[in-house]
């Protein structure tokens, strides 16, 4: 709004004083809202130490401790550094995020002590009077006091279409203005708020949808949490009751089962590689709201642009003028214009376009003023007694447009857009035009192409991505547009509003790349139409138009030099709205999920291992053979250290196939030849009467020697970092075995001892190399048989 009619305004509304502000502050009347895009401190720490499989360390502890097997306490040195490094980087990511948060906060023009005040959403109080206009979020629960404005209310009530709101009407906090301007006074603030008060009962329904690896990790840890109980009573009763072991003796060898079984670290490194990479993403001007995005992102392959603002850049330039019919000449034609444009304060691109072109004022204002209707593409004014409408040439012409449809396609090939002013008999409301007009002028505008945008689409082509163009504007200057930046298929465009239903809409989704004259419900059908072929689709956006098919995509980037309700609704804000940034957001998607899979593998191969080995000794009767200490050892330089390395390192691999088939795949020949060498070498040392300290060392470098194996495999192919790594773990673990041995429970190992160790030791490879072979075998035929199905 100009500052001339906010002066208008704030002569009626003096809004509150200071001291009234102080007093509803004081009594809980403020629009403060919980905190939801980060956890706080206490919630960081509860989260990383009061877990379920804290608790067994613990009580696992207390055992050992009982049985005065204090060396076997090493494994807690592990679960402390992992938590620590956990909470660590959290708060680190917490502290960025919320400094990125604080600062793309919205702000809303309230009026205090008779002056306009720009405050924090968050920082108004009830009763406060404020100032709304097109493409903001309405904050708190308001009441129209002077004005008029169209609403959408679909992301609360579900229903897509507009609603004029006049003096009196309510306005519900959480949905936006598409067009107009008001003045409101604050009725409802925080929890109370419409908006706050469909979250509490959506919460209390159910939890927040989670990722595919969440999803999939909650599904292994309760796997693994549900069986460790009952698979430790019996492996401690068996050794104890059965077998007669002393009491030390069988909680050692139930604690190495359970802590090989346990995937200590798994969750912590995710959601620590998550948060590393919203930092590394904020170091781009890219602000995440929803972690599980990134890995969304990761697996996008098909992107839903708009032109104005993705394609092209914000600024609009009107190019030229043509004049229709006789009614007026060019002089007055352009100052009609001009009047129309200057009345309309509160201008989208193209009307500020328009009003910096026209600039040859009358000095008179409208006397009635119809804000923007995306869905019927115009907007009108009575200007003098007569009523003007400016907007679409295939809306605002109606059954004359056939007159003028050659000069505007003409325009339209040359990649420009054109809008069609008019004269009509009535001021129209908002609703479908109809009747006949008088045409009076079409003017011509342009957007430059974005710098770079031919390489970014040249880019997301490279990698497999389909690309769709969504746009409100003629189909034929948006497929122009989009074949000057590069993007494959831009031939194949239709216009939209052509279409007759719904399930044409949906059909032409995958079948056209450009998409003109689209209305925002129709942007959605789009998306759920992609989605419904198998697509993963994420929508970038910068107007309210969007925010419809940005809340349906699977994932949601806005620019935030658009709408102010956009980047509210977004997963996604790019802050400084260059779109040349997606290609590098893209790739810390695939970096981070294709190495949270890398590391997850790792910690898998032990957990397949430890079940397998504590199964096998139930059944046959046999003493566990290793010791936490030694599987502590082995954990930390098989898997703690590697993963957390491997998580932070570049890949721009594409993310494929689902994340615990791809897990399993890669950790389960690890976990089977660890287990078929161990258990054979338990079986050949008990043979030649090994004693048990001699066993579990020998059992232990056969594991570790496994791990380095998969470790070796999952890095390839090998870079100068990698090498570094695997040397330099390899090393630590010799050097603790050498150098530490009553530390970590290492004994010397006999004569017999050893020459069993090497032949299992080498047995290690072509057992690893047969069992991967055959995991891709039956993997390759049941993909096959599920391509089969799906035809």
């Known amino acids: 709004m100009n500052h001339a009619v906010l002066s208008e305004q704030k002569k009626v509304y003096a809004g509150l004083s200071s001291a009234e502000v102080n007093e509803r502050l004081r009594n809980g009347l403020s629009n403060h809202k919980p905190a939801t895009g980060t956890k706080t401190i206490k919630q960081i720490l509860k989260s990383n130490l009061l877990t379920y499989f804290n608790l067994v360390f613990v009580v696992l502890a207390i055992l050992l401790i009982v049985a005065g097997s204090y060396r076997d306490l090493t494994f807690l040195f592990v679960i402390a ?46 009763d406060d009077c404020i100032y709304l206009k097109g493409g903001m979020q309405i904050p708190a629960d308001a009441k129209v006091l002077d004005g008029n404005v169209h609403v959408n209310e679909s992301m609360l009530t579900g229903e897509s279409d507009e609603v004029e709101k006049q003096a009196g009407d309510k306005l519900l906090s959480g949905s936006f203005i598409t067009s107009g ?6 009725t409802a603030v925080g929890e109370h708020a419409y908006a706050s008060r469909l979250t509490k009962e959506a919460t209390t329904m159910g939890d927040k949808e989670e990722s595919e690896i969440f999803r999939s990790l909650d599904r292994m840890l309760t796997f693994f949490g549900i069986l460790i109980i009952p698979l430790g009573i019996i492996l401690f009763v068996q050794q104890f009751v059965y077998a007669k072991a ?66 092209t850049g914000k600024d609009m330039n009107v190019t030229g003028m043509e004049v229709l ?5 060019e002089h007055q034609v352009s100052t009609l214009i001009a009047d129309f444009a200057q009345s309309m304060t509160n201008a989208n691109d193209t009307m500020a376009a328009i009003q910096n072109y026209f600039s040859l004022v009358s000095g008179h204002l409208a006397s009635n003023v119809v804000p923007f209707s995306s869905k019927y593409k115009y907007s009108a ?22 007159a003028y449809k050659d000069a505007v396609t003409a325009y339209n090939r040359n990649g420009c857009r054109v809008v069609a002013f008019a004269e009509y008999p009535f001021l129209p409301g908002g609703e479908k035009l109809s009747g006949e007009c008088n045409p009076l002028a079409l003017i011509v505008l342009e957007n430059p192409i974005r710098e770079n945008a031919e390489k970014t689409f040249r880019y997301f082509r490279q990698q497999g991505v389909q690309i769709r163009v969504i746009s409100g504007d003629n189909p034929l200057t948006v497929s122009q547009v989009a074949r000057r930046a590069g993007i494959p298929g831009a031939e194949k465009y239709i216009d939209v ?10 059909e032409a989704a995958v079948h056209y790349t450009v998409f003109g004259r689209v209305s925002p419900q129709q942007k959605k059908l789009i998306v759920k139409a992609l989605q419904k072929s198998g697509l993963t689709v994420a929508m970038t956006g910068d107007g309210v138009n969007d925010i419809i098919a940005m809340k349906e995509a699977d994932c949601s980037i806005a620019m935030a030099s658009g709408s102010e309700a956009a980047s509210q609704a977004s997963q996604i804000v790019l802050l400084d709205s260059d779109f040349v940034k997606m290609p590098s957001i893209v790739d810390e998607g695939r970096r981070v999920i294709n190495n949270i899979q890398r590391a997850a593998s790792l910690y898998l191969v032990k957990n397949i ?28 330089f098989t898997i703690g250290i590697p993963s957390f390395v491997l998580a932070m390192e570049p890949n721009k691999e594409k993310v494929t196939g689902h994340f615990l088939p791809n897990v399993i795949k890669k950790a389960l020949p690890a976990g089977i030849t660890d287990f078929l060498t161990v258990s054979a070498l338990v079986l050949f040392c008990r043979e030649f009467k090994i004693d048990p300290e001699c066993l579990a060392t020998s059992c232990s470098v056969v594991v570790a020697i496994v791990g380095f194996m998969i470790l070796y495999r999952i890095m390839c192919p090998m870079r100068r970092m990698h090498t570094g790594l695997l040397i330099g773990v390899i090393l630590g673990w010799l050097a603790s075995m050498l150098f530490l041995p009553a530390f970590f429970g290492v004994n010397a190992l006999t004569k017999q001892s050893a020459m069993l160790m090497v032949v299992f030791a080498l047995l290690t490879e072509p057992v690893l190399r047969y069992t991967s072979e055959l995991a891709d075998l039956i993997s390759r035929k049941y993909n096959a048989y599920l391509r089969r199905k799906a035809s």
Do not use: W
Request: proline fraction near 3%; glycine fraction near 6%.
């Open 81 to 126: 550094a992992n938590s620590a490094i956990g909470i660590a980087q959290e708060i680190y990511s917490k502290k960025v995020l919320d400094k990125m948060n604080l600062m793309s906060e919205p702000k809303v023009i309230a009026i205090r002590d008779g002056d306009q005040t720009e405050v924090p959403s968050e920082e108004l109080v009830k």
């Open 181 to 186: 301007e008001c003045m409101a006074r604050v």
């Open 246 to 311: 002393g009491f030390s003796e069988s909680v050692i060898g139930m604690v190495a089962a359970l802590i090989g079984m346990i995937p200590e670290g798994i969750y912590l490194l995710t959601s620590s590689a998550l948060a590393v990479s919203a930092v590394r993403l904020s170091q781009k001007k890219v602000l995440v709201h929803d972690l599980k995005c990134i890995e969304t992102l990761a697996r996008v392959d098909c992107l839903c642009v708009d032109k104005t603002g993705t394609i």
């Open 325 to 329: 019919g006789s009614t007026f000449n």
């Open 381 to 402: 004014e009575t200007l003098n007694g007569r009523h003007y409408v400016l907007g679409a040439p295939e809306y605002v012409l109606g059954l004359q447009y056939a």
């Open 497 to 506: 509003s052509a279409l007759e239903n719904d399930s044409a809409v949906s």
């Open 609 to 636: 291992f430890s079940l397998l080995l504590a199964v096998f000794s139930v059944i046959l009767m046999l003493d566990y053979p290793l010791t936490p200490a030694l599987i502590s050892l082995i954990s930390l």
